[in-house]
């Protein structure tokens, strides 16, 4: 038997009507979008639809969307593009202490190169004050990057809050919304922000494609140089199969968000709640009502979480923490957040996704139980 996944934030599967929208581009359509004959016009005109199914799925313009190959390259492309498009206006550029790689890497990198990286911290919650962002801001000042959502405790912050005072003060404002599509209300308007970073793999398409929004008017300097593909945007030749196959993902979740969120919300409330009711000094990380309804992100005192998920051959989660030569490694998010390191060295990560159901959350909550019971028996 398959272990139980409990580990959506990680990666998806594949919609089943993904599959079958991309199938006709993998057996019959194959023709270059650039190509003016009847094969590459086909490929076009799917390019093109995808474009309007990620647009209308923002609240977006179709020529606002520009399609990378996932949400590390859409970081970059946002953060790096402001940061060489903007340098004479500026060399400041303000993020917050729980980013994933794909966007602190990204700020590291420049901050090695001469710009001012301001790392803005959280609360306890994992959350970030609007009023630090705004405190942080200088007259050199080109962009704010602070995530939706955060992939390991699933809180979400106040990026219309934040993306106001960022435009009060004439600066741009890009969010990764990497983990936020697929579970929760994701609109460019709503949310005031210039740049948007998706990955299709955290909501059922494929690995390796993804997209950014670029509000009308933002310059950035390109990435990738070549032909004038993807409205001169970014040079090469469009991934044709997997943007069909992020289109039609971005179809679904415009029309059944609320009822996917649902149906994530009730497993991952009775994985919680069958845990907390087997497992004493189990500690919740991350907001408990501002957060992404798949993630619950646990700590289970006195254990070390590699351990845990060693001995759970039953479940597929993610660790928090790691042991190394004696030496707790702990996450930048929960270290961000102050988690006792007793707490911090346990922390386990699970998420919920639209094929989990309630038999696996239930064998999931037996075997959780009966492993840290285990771990923290005398012996």
Known sequence: MEPIYLDYNATTPLDPAVVEAMRPFLDTHFGNPS???IYGARTKQAVETA???AAQMLGARPEEIVFTSGGTE?????IR???HALRDKGNHIITSAVEHPAVSEVCRHLESRGWRITVVPVDEFGRVDPTEVEQALTPTTVLVTIMHSNNEVGTIQPIREIAEIARRHGVLMHTDAAQSIGKVPVNVDELGVDLLSVAGHKFYAPKGIGALYIRTGVKLEKLIFGADHERNWRAGTENVLEIVGLGKACELVAQHLDERAQHMRKLRDRLHEGLTARIRNVRLNGHPEL???NTLSLSFPGIEANELLLELDEVAASAGAACHSDEVVISPTLEAMNVPADFAMGTIRFSTGILLTEAEVDRAVEAVTRVVKQ???PP
């Open 51 to 53: 474009r309007r199914q």
């Open 81 to 83: 593009g402001v940061a």
């Open 375 to 377: 771990l923290t028996s």
């Open 291 to 293: 957060r992404l309804p």
């Open 35 to 37: 190509s003016s004959h």
């Open 74 to 78: 859409s970081n970059n492309m946002a």
